[in-house]
């Protein structure tokens, strides 16, 4: 039996110690999907589908800005936590626009729209009737 071929790894990192990548936090990304892998003895993998990456912003502290690092962070409607933080990074606004740009391939190819993300207790009445002043 022949194995299924694997999606092509777009970009990967560690975290990184000023700007030495000693971290046991590694980080993956494929067009469909972004793997955080943590831990040495005891290790956790996560995996989330970029569909579901409702918005995504960037962090960069004095420090990380001297050791040309950033955090960016994921916020998903439908994880445990609601955040991804991909901790002192390299390259933090590539990884940022790259990270964006697969998010919106994503949605496009899901046909996910903004409106399967929020809260689903908000009825839809359609058109507002209320009179303009």
């Known amino acids: 039996m022949k194995p299924a071929s694997l999606p092509a790894i777009l970009w990967k990192d560690r975290k990184h110690f000023l700007w030495f990548p000693w971290s046991f936090t590694r980080y993956t990304l494929d067009e469909n999907r972004l793997y955080v892998d ?5 290790t956790r993998h996560e995996e989330t589908l970029l569909y579901r990456v409702v918005d995504i912003s960037m962090h960069r502290s004095l420090a990380q800005r001297i050791f040309g690092t950033g955090t960016i962070i994921l916020y998903t409607k439908v994880d445990v936590s609601g955040e991804i933080h991909l901790k002192n990074i390299k390259q933090t606004e590539d990884v ?3 990270l964006s740009d697969l998010i919106e391939k994503a949605r496009d190819k ?3 729209v903004g409106k399967e993300f929020y809260d689903a207790d908000i009825p839809d009445d359609g058109p507002d009737d209320t009179p303009q002043d």
């Open 110 to 112: 899901k046909r996910v």
């Open 96 to 98: 940022n626009r790259l």
């Open 38 to 42: 943590t831990g040495l003895l005891n």
